[in-house]
């Protein structure tokens, strides 16, 4: 327990390291249009909504190392995860200010389950499953963690939970501490706090923040329209997990198309090295 803890300590060091939060960057400089974030969420307390969520998070991934399923920091697939997140990171101020405060984690658990999930607060966990079945490129994995990390950005979760349709984090942590078939169990756990009550608009923003924090850290963003054919082409024998939370289709796709350019001049500007 105390190593578990001390491992995750040695985890957001690193981080901490890795991604320093920049400047925020010069209004007027592009990017994706998003509304105001919903109202309704200010009824939740953010910091209590993010210590449960950072509470779920060190349970969910000490789970996931009693089961020997986390991968560990030397991990190839672990570092190069973070290093693809980290680079989107410095970026994420622009949507939440809050974000400077959050001690984000980012973890692999080895599963077959395609998902991967961003708790309040920074808490990111890709499942091996959605790499591995995909044969995701790196703008590809840029675009889903990018599109989890906006989920939090934009507290899509303390809005639903100030609508009333999360209810009871503390007893979906407890049951990962309890429950028998772990590892599955964690990943439908992740869905069910974290995407599988988000609306429609909600996974809009999503796709198109996640979309600018890729390109402004010179990840493709038109690797989203390629992705999500593979997502609907993958669908059609058992649909993956994170598809049932992330309606895929036609409609999707254009959302991608038709918004690439507000964002590919800022991928352009930062492949040249910004
Ligand atoms: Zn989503």
Not at 68 to 96: M, S, W
Not at 112 to 118: E, K, S
Not at 152 to 179: D, M, Q, Y
Not at 196 to 214: C, H, I, Q, Y
Request: net charge positive; proline share 4%.
């Amino acid at each position: 327990m105390n190593m578990m803890r001390g491992i995750a300590a040695t985890m957001v060091v690193a981080l901490a390291l890795a991604a320093p939060v920049s400047a925020r960057e010069p209004d007027g400089d592009g990017g994706v249009k998003v509304g105001r974030m919903s109202i309704l969420r200010n009824l939740v307390s953010e910091e209590g909504l993010e210590q449960q969520a950072g509470l779920q998070y060190d349970a969910l991934t000490r789970k996931a190392y009693q089961q020997q399923a986390l991968l560990g920091e030397n991990h190839p697939t672990t570092q190069r995860v973070r290093k693809i997140a980290g680079e989107l990171l410095p970026h994420a101020t622009k949507f939440n200010e809050r974000a400077k405060t959050w001690k984000w984690e980012i973890n692999v658990i080895n599963s077959p389950t395609v998902n991967a999930f961003c708790m309040p607060g920074g808490k990111i966990v890709v499942f091996t499953g959605i790499i591995d079945k995909l044969k995701m490129s790196d703008d590809e994995i840029a675009l889903v963690v990018g599109h989890e990390i906006a989920h939090a950005l934009r507290e899509h979760s303390r809005a639903r939970a100030a609508k009333g349709t999360i209810t009871n984090v503390g007893a979906i942590a407890v049951s990962i501490l309890t429950g028998s078939n772990a590892v599955g169990q964690l990943a439908s756990v992740g869905g069910d706090l974290l995407g599988r009550k988000f609306s429609r608009n909600d996974e809009t923003e999503a796709d198109l923040v996640g979309m600018e924090l890729a390109a402004r850290a010179a990840y493709d963003p038109r690797a989203g329209v390629g992705l999500w054919e593979k997502m609907s082409t993958f669908s059609k024998g058992a649909p993956p997990q994170w598809l049932s939370t992330h309606p895929s289709g036609a409609a999707r796709i254009q959302t991608f198309k038709d918004n690439i350019k507000d964002v590919i001049g800022l991928y352009e500007k930062a492949k040249n090295g910004g």
